[in-house]
Structure formats: C-alpha cells, structure tokens
C-alpha cells in the first residue's frame, strides 16, 4: 500500500500513525510512484491550491493504480466530501473523527464497488489520535502531535471547520510518547498541533505544565514549539527557555498582519503593540533568539495603506524570518462578506516584498551568529559536506565527516554561505546545558 500526505506537520503525524496501523495488519508499504493495492490520501484545504493538489494526487494514484482501494481523508475530506467521492475510483472518504477508525471504515475485503463517505459534524469530533512522524524518515526530529482543532475564530480561517475544537491528548500519554520517540534514538521533538499553546484547554493543565514535565524526562533531546499564538507565549515559557536549554531559544509566533484594523478585520486576539510586547519579551529574556512569523498578505480589506503600515511594523520588528501566505479565498469563512477584495497580483507584489524583506531579516540575523557555537543537530549530508539546525534554528553546514548524522554537536560559526552558515564541529559541547553533545566519532 502507498500513502501520501499534503499540508501541515500535523497531517504528516497522523499519516505515520495510519501507516503503523496498516503495518500491524500485515501491510507493507510502498513509495507513493509505486504502484499499490491500497492508498492513502491525507488531503489539506488551507488554500484553494490545496484542495487542487489533493484532487491531484487522487487521480495521479489512480492512472498509476486503477484497482487500487483508494481511501481520502484530511481537512479537504471532512469539508467537501463529495467532491473527493466524485472522483471515479474513489472509495472511501473519513472526516475528522472517522479518519482515527480507520480500520473499522475500510471494507475489509477491500471492494471497489461503491463509494462510501463516513465524514459526521466535525462540532462532534473529540478524537484525538496521538501521532508523530520522522521527518524524512529519518531520525532526527519527530513531530509530536500534542493538540488538535481550534476555539478560535479568525474570520479567514477554515480550520476549526476542517479539525473541529480544541482538545489535546492527557499529560501522561503525551509523555509516554515522547518517551518512545526518545527511546527510538530521536534528539529533537518538535510540538505541533493547530493551536499548540492551547493545549489542555478546558482542563486544569495547561502548556506550560506539558513543558516541565517533557523537559523533565531523561535523555539526550530538545524541545521546539511548532508555533505559539502571541497571545498564549506567557512569561512562564520563555522563563522556562531560559532555565532549561532542552527548550529550544526558537519561537515561530503567527502575527498575520501588522495593521491592527486587519488584525480587526481577521478577528484575531491581540493586537500589534501586545505582539511587540511578546516579541520584545522572548529578546529581553534570550537575545540571541529567532523569532519566526506567519504573515498573510492580500485579506479583504487590507488596503495599500494598511499593507504599508504592516509592513512598516515588520521593518521596525526584530525578527528572524517570515512565512508569507497570500490571502486564499475558503467557503464557509466570513471574510469572503468582507469588501475590498485584493487583486490576486496585488497579492503577489504584497507577498514578494515580504519575502525580500524576510530573506534580509534572516541574512543579518545569520551575520550576527558568526563567531558564535552553536548546538547542530545533523541531518543528512551530501555533496561532501552535511548540515542541520542549532537550536536558534539556524541551518549550518560543516564538512562531511563520518558520525555526524543525528548527533548533537557544538559548531563554531565561520563564515556564510547561501542560506546557511558554514562552521567547524568542536570537539567539545560549549553550552553546558542539560544535553551533552557527543564525541565526534573519527575525529
Ligand atoms: S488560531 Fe485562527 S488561524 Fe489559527 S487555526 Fe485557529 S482559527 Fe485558524
């Protein structure tokens, strides 16, 4: 059988874990350009592009595999199920709550004789389905998924529709987890979720509690928080970044916009000075931080001079690096009554002066680590050299050698290269944190 997986980190968790449960019955799987007696499709709805590529990737498995028992699930699955079901050869298409029954929805015999849609209110979902991937297949960092859905109600967002409420997996299970992919030989989990800093909402624990017991457990790993809602970053967080360096000085915070009246128009909470606030507050506490951004450009309403006024705020803003999104048109979502709608070219000239400015931002703040050790987590090299992420995020690169892969390692940062900063592996871990950067085998 084959899978495939569009969108978020958080699909690709989910994926791993149907994937494991096909591979306790007995199935062995095969690269999605094989051909397959049975496929996954774990499908996104974020952007109309997404819904297209999931589309796609349909019926590229079917030209490949005409008799194959094709099973649709995801964000695109739970919103327009009969859209996916259109498709001749589609089998089976599972929502929200379905796609963690898996099993029990497919047709054991695995007939294609109708279609089926098992896709219920998504206000029902309550699963949670505890899921975590490699990246790459390798093991080096793993995605746990620690929450799901949202509460919230930003007026561009199709999320909470796709993935219902928020809800997280207990303290306990989530540790259980973690200690598993510790055990498996990873050294970086990375929290993802929709809403991460949601996580135990409605209970009595909460994010911050997750934190100190994950960073609490034995071995040789760090923690990065996918991404953080301003307005959920508290003081608590960054001071524990501060005391326990296993919790990486790297915080990706969503701002949107820059604008307060779009900020407004997106119904999100908090407006630019609270953001500056929480930015301000991570670099009083960690000045050497990265601070990472998700922007959306092109919203209804966003007029010239409101994108000005945004982009202004980011030039000021001490920040790492952005993730440009162009405003995306979602059925179901308020901000299609909004007025004002931005030309899809405007979009993109909004979207590629962001993405210089990013590309800037980054570079100088590449400039300043030089001089610096940084802790490197390798990943796969090629080309003779091999490189990773610090722990600030910054991609390094070193010369090959053997027994770097997946190792954390101090690395003095020397010189730039495109994208990366180019170091020398120390031989002995210049932090002297909770982890211990291991001897470099061979040199
Ligand atoms: S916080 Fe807003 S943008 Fe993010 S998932 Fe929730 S509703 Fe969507």
Request: with cysteine; net charge negative; aromatic share 8%.
């Amino acid at each position: 059988m084959s899978f495939h997986t569009l969108g978020c980190k958080l699909n690709f968790a989910e994926t791993a874990t149907f994937q494991r449960q096909f591979s306790e019955r007995g199935f062995a799987t095969v690269d999605f350009r094989e051909d397959a007696d049975v496929v996954v499709i774990n499908t996104c709805s974020v952007t109309e592009n997404a819904d297209r590529d999931a589309r796609k990737a349909v019926r590229q498995a079917l030209r490949r595999s005409p008799g194959a028992y094709v099973i649709v699930l995801g964000c695109y699955a739970q919103l327009r199920p009969d859209e996916l079901a259109a498709i001749d050869g589609v089998d089976l298409v599972l929502g929200a709550e379905e796609k963690f029954h898996i099993m029990e929805h497919a047709d054991p015999a695995w007939r294609k004789d109708q279609v089926r849609i098992a896709v219920g209110d998504v206000a029902d979902a309550a699963d949670f389905g505890v899921a975590y991937s490699a990246e790459g297949g390798a093991r080096t960092r793993a995605f746990l998924k620690v929450q799901d859905g949202c509460d919230y109600n930003c007026s561009y967002c199709t999320i909470p529709m796709a993935r219902g409420g928020s809800r997280s997996e207990n303290i306990e299970r989530t540790l259980e987890h973690a200690r598993d992919i510790i055990a498996q030989g990873f050294h970086e989990i990375v929290l993802s979720g929709v809403n991460v800093g949601d996580y135990g909402a409605g209970t009595d624990t909460g994010f911050h509690d997750l934190l100190v017991r994950l960073l609490d457990l034995p071995g040789e790993f760090r923690v990065r928080i996918s991404s953080i809602e301003p307005n959920l970053l508290g003081d608590d967080i960054i001071a524990l970044a501060v005391a326990n360096p296993k919790l990486v000085p790297h915080f990706h915070i969503p701002l949107q916009s820059g604008s307060d009246a779009v900020l407004r128009l997106m119904r999100r909470r908090y407006n630019t000075r609270v953001y500056r606030e929480r930015v301000e507050a991570v670099l009083a506490a960690l000045p050497d931080a990265a601070i990472g951004i998700d922007v959306i450009v092109g919203m209804p309403g966003e007029t010239e001079e409101m994108f000005r006024e945004a982009y202004q705020f980011l030039v000021d803003l001490p920040f790492t690096y952005l993730h440009v999104f162009s405003y995306s048109e979602r059925p179901g979502t308020d901000a299609l009554a909004i007025d004002g709608k931005v030309s899809p070219q405007e979009r993109a000239r909004r979207s590629s002066m962001l993405r210089t400015l990013s590309q800037r931002k980054r570079r100088a703040y590449y400039d300043r680590q030089l001089g610096r050790t940084l802790q490197v987590l390798f990943e796969s090299g090629g080309d003779g050299s091999v490189s990773g992420f610090s722990e600030n995020y910054v991609r390094v690169s070193v010369p090959w050698q053997p027994g770097l892969e997946n190792r954390i390692l101090p690395v003095r940062c020397e010189s730039l290269g495109k994208d990366v900063v180019v170091g020398t592996v120390l031989e002995k871990p210049v932090i002297d944190g909770a982890y211990v950067a291991l001897p470099v085998v061979g040199a």
